[in-house]
C-alpha cells in the first residue's frame, strides 16, 4: 500500500475511533440529561418571568418533544469537554509540543465560556426580552397565551447562540495562532463585524432598541476584547514561525 494511501487509512481509523468515543460518552450523558431534565423544564416552565402565565400544549407531542431536546441538550453541555479533548487528541499530533500545551488549555475555558454565555442570556437576555413582550401585550390589550413548544422554542433560540457567541475570544485566538487571521484584520472588518452583530441582535429578539442594545453590547465587548486576544496570539504566532525558521536554517 502506497505511503499516501496508508496514512489516509491511519488518519480515518483514528477518526473513527474518537468519533466512537463521543457517541459512548454521548449515549451515557443521555441518561444523565434523562434525570435533569424534568427538573430543568420545571424551572424554566415557572421561572420568575413568567409568573401567573399559564401555558399551553397545542399537540399532543409537545411535551415530549420539549423533553428530549431538553436531554439532548444536557448530554451535549455535559460532554462538551470530551468533545473537545478528541478534537485536540486528533488534530495534536500535527502540532508543535508547546502549541499542543497551549491549545490544551483551551477545553476548560471553552467550557467556562459556554455556561457563562448561557448563564448571561437565561438570567439577563431572556428576562428583559419576555417582561418587554408581555408589556407591550398589556399596551396593546392582547391576552398573552402562550404555547409550551413556542415558549420552549424561545428560549432555546435565545439561551444556545449566546453559549457559543462567548466561545468568540477563544476561536479568535486559535485561528491566529494558526496564522489564519491577524488583529489587523478584525480591526479592518471592525465595521462589518457589528452589523453582523445588530443583524443577528434582531433575529433572536424583538424590534426593541433597548433589547437590541442588551444583546449586541456583549457582543461588541466580546469582540473588543477578541482583537486584544488576537494581538497575544499575533506575537505568539510570529514568535513560533521566527523559532521555527532559524531551526529550518540550522
Not at 454521548?26 to 401555558?55: D, R, S
Not at 444536557?74 to 473537545?84: D, E, R
Not at 486559535?174 to 462589518?192: C, E, H
Not at 494581538?231 to 513560533?240: D, E, M, P, S, T
Amino acid at each position: 500500500m502506497p505511503d499516501e494511501a496508508r496514512e489516509f487509512t491511519e488518519h480515518f481509523e483514528e477518526l473513527r475511533k474518537r468519533l466512537l468515543t463521543v457517541m459512548y460518552f454521548f449515549v451515557a450523558a443521555l441518561f444523565g440529561g434523562f434525570f435533569l431534565a424534568k427538573p430543568l423544564i420545571y424551572q424554566m416552565q415557572n421561572a420568575p418571568w413568567t409568573e401567573n402565565v399559564q401555558m399551553h400544549a397545542f399537540q399532543v407531542t409537545d411535551p415530549l418533544k420539549i423533553y428530549l431536546i431538553v436531554i439532548v441538550a444536557v448530554a451535549f453541555i455535559i460532554i462538551l469537554p470530551v468533545i473537545l479533548y478528541q478534537l485536540w487528541s486528533f488534530i495534536s499530533p500535527g502540532l508543535y509540543e508547546k502549541e499542543r500545551r497551549v491549545t490544551l488549555l483551551y477545553i476548560p475555558v471553552v467550557m467556562l465560556l459556554m455556561l457563562a454565555g448561557l448563564a448571561f442570556s437565561y438570567f439577563i437576555v431572556v428576562p428583559y426580552v419576555i417582561r418587554f413582550t408581555f408589556d407591550l401585550s398589556v399596551e396593546m390589550g392582547i391576552e398573552t397565551t402562550i404555547g409550551i413548544n413556542q415558549y420552549f422554542g424561545f428560549l432555546f433560540r435565545t439561551i444556545l447562540p449566546f453559549g457559543f457567541i462567548f466561545q468568540m475570544p477563544v476561536l479568535v485566538l486559535f485561528l491566529t495562532q494558526l496564522g489564519i487571521i491577524t488583529p489587523m484584520f478584525l480591526r479592518k472588518n471592525r465595521k462589518y463585524a457589528y452589523f453582523i452583530m445588530f443583524v443577528v441582535a434582531a433575529l433572536i429578539a424583538p424590534p426593541d432598541i433597548m433589547t437590541h442594545i442588551l444583546l449586541t453590547v456583549p457582543m461588541i465587548i466580546l469582540y473588543e476584547v477578541s482583537i486584544y486576544i488576537s494581538k497575544i496570539g499575533y506575537r505568539r504566532y510570529l514568535k513560533a514561525e521566527q523559532e521555527q525558521l532559524e531551526e529550518d536554517i540550522k
